[in-house]
């Protein structure tokens, strides 16, 4: 059996507790892995290591010597990309297509991207008057904020705690990393990585563990983590900033949603229905930025509804290894317990069943894993419960509408507001519109195409702060004014 440890001050180390925990498949339920419980003790030695590392090599080295270690992260998650893939997909049970076009794939490219941006990222300067003559030239720099607490979910496991950790190291800080109970297995195998490209002792230390009363809760409370960067729940989010609050240490956060689709009649069908399934059902729903609630316009509801069921029936469920497969398990039976709740509750409040509602006929080698039907729903009302809250599961509920501004006001209507897409050919319409809703991401006529250089983040409850580009460095640097009187 495998056996994942924390990675403090570049050793894999494991708790002086003795305490673990299983890593289970979530395609069969079968334990993949045994991993390591941090305690107060591991968190602090890991946070201390990254705190003596901010005075080490890394903190001296140029912008230049940094990218290029980091140039060499990318290359080598690239060179081990079938051992990523494979644990990814273990740790997920997703398909091995979708991890190797999206997760591994980005993986690489969070380390790139931040590397060369902050190579030729320039910073501000203002000459200024003054009462003398003389005048005086202000000008800014950039200073790492130190370490970060980095605590990532389980949903786009590689990607998203890449995605954090990319830029915090371009940006000269070091991490203290708590992946996700769900999926240890990427997290832990980037610290082979860096330590083979050189990334000094110390700067990406890993910490495994849950989150209350464990490693999250220990981590985000340590009052030596400058700053903490968190993707997953609303609630979690109100924790963490708790936790935060001491020490008055600054959080980005990337949270739930409840995110809605818009289509309107004049919209070309079949895009809206191949990139209406993607954001229904790729991953199993179980991406942030995914759609729940669709709205579509009456002339076309019907035909709609009809398409997006047939695709639905159309994804081939399996598991990984299942080249056919376009449609796996979801993360755990405790994950499929909840979406199964919201079946049952979308039943129980009225809603028309159009497709889906429950549990596959799988074959006895994966009756243990975690999978469900996708599911769609019509005819709930707008406060129903599946249509206010995240469920995080391969499911939809589509309501028609017959004016634009209703069709606004029903996707504004929540309290989240993270992404949105659009279907129109009308391109008055598409920004008219897009520029109404509240949202931190609006997609016209595509979903999930991402130019890494963007802002990227929620509104509302979804989230605190962007990441992407230039507004990565807000949040992983101090901005430093100096002001030098001529
Ligand atoms: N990307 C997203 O937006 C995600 C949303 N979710 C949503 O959250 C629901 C619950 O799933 P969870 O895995 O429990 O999500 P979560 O948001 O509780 O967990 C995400 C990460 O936060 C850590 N964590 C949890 N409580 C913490 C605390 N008090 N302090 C510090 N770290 C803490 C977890 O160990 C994990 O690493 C899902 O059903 C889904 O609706 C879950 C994962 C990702
Ligand atoms: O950064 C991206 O491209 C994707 C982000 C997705 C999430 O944050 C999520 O699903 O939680």
Redesign the pocket.
């Known amino acids: 059996m495998k056996e994942i440890k924390h990675l403090i001050n570049g050793a894999f180390v494991g708790s002086a507790s003795g305490r673990t925990f299983e890593d289970v498949n979530p395609a069969n339920g079968q334990v993949i892995a045994r991993v390591h419980e941090a305690g107060r003790a591991e968190v602090d030695a890991a946070v201390q290591a990254a705190r003596a590392a901010l005075k080490g090599p890394w903190g001296k080295m140029s912008v230049s010597e940094r990218a290029e270690i980091l140039h060499r992260v990318a290359d080598g998650i690239t060179a081990r990309f079938d051992e990523f893939l494979e644990a990814e997909c273990l740790d997920t049970g997703k398909p091995k297509s979708l991890a190797s076009h999206i997760d591994i794939p980005r993986g690489a490219a969070n380390f790139k991207v931040f590397a060369d941006l902050l190579k030729n990222v320039a910073t501000e300067a203002f000459e200024m008057a003054t009462p003398d003559g003389s005048g005086a030239i202000n000008y800014a720099v950039r200073r790492p904020k130190g370490v970060i607490g980095v605590?990532?979910?389980?949903?786009l496991p590689l990607l998203?705690m890449t995605w954090k950790v990319g830029p915090a190291l371009a940006c000269g800080n070091t991490v203290v990393v708590?992946?996700?109970?769900?999926t240890p297995l990427t997290t832990a195998l980037l610290g082979e990585v860096m330590q083979a490209a050189g990334v000094p002792a110390g700067v990406y230390n890993v910490v495994h563990g849950?989150?209350?009363d464990s490693a999250?809760?220990f981590?985000?409370e340590h009052p030596d983590v400058n700053a903490i960067t968190?993707?997953?729940?609303t609630r979690?989010g109100e924790?963490?900033m708790r936790?935060a609050a001491k020490g008055v240490r600054p959080v980005s956060f990337?949270?739930?949603g409840k995110n809605a689709g818009i289509v309107f009649a004049d919209c070309d069908l079949d895009k809206a229905i191949e990139g209406s399934m993607r954001s229904v059902f790729a991953n199993g729903g179980q991406v942030?930025l995914g759609t729940e609630r669709l709205y579509v316009e009456r002339p076309i509801f019907d035909e709609f509804v009809a398409r997006l069921k047939a695709g639905a029936e159309s994804l081939v469920i399996g598991t990984p290894d299942d080249p056919q497969a376009n449609f796996g398990p979801l993360i755990s039976l405790q994950?499929r317990e909840?979406v199964l709740s919201y079946y049952q509750k979308a039943v129980d409040e009225g809603a028309t069943v159009v497709t889906g509602g429950g549990v596959p006929e799988m074959p006895a080698e994966l009756a243990g894993g975690a999978w469900v039907q996708p599911t769609i729903w019509t005819g709930l009302a707008d406060g129903a419960a599946v249509v206010t809250e995240?469920i995080?599961g391969p499911c939809c509920h589509i309501r028609p509408f017959d004016r634009e501004e209703e069709a606004v006001e029903l996707a504004n209507s929540l309290p989240y507001g993270l992404a949105a897409t659009i279907w129109t050919e009308n391109t008055s319409r598409a920004h008219r519109v897009a520029g109404q809703l509240e949202a931190g991401i609006v997609w016209v006529n595509s979903w999930f195409l991402r130019d890494l250089r963007t802002a990227f983040g929620g509104s509302k409850q979804s989230g605190i702060g962007r990441e992407g580009g230039v507004h990565s460095l807000e949040f992983y640097t101090e901005l430093k004014n100096i002001c030098v009187k001529l």
């Open positions: 605590i990532s979910p389980w949903n998203l708590k992946p996700s109970e769900e849950f989150g209350p999250g809760a981590l985000t968190f993707t997953g729940e979690t924790a963490i936790a990337e949270l739930g942030c994950h909840k995240e995080f």
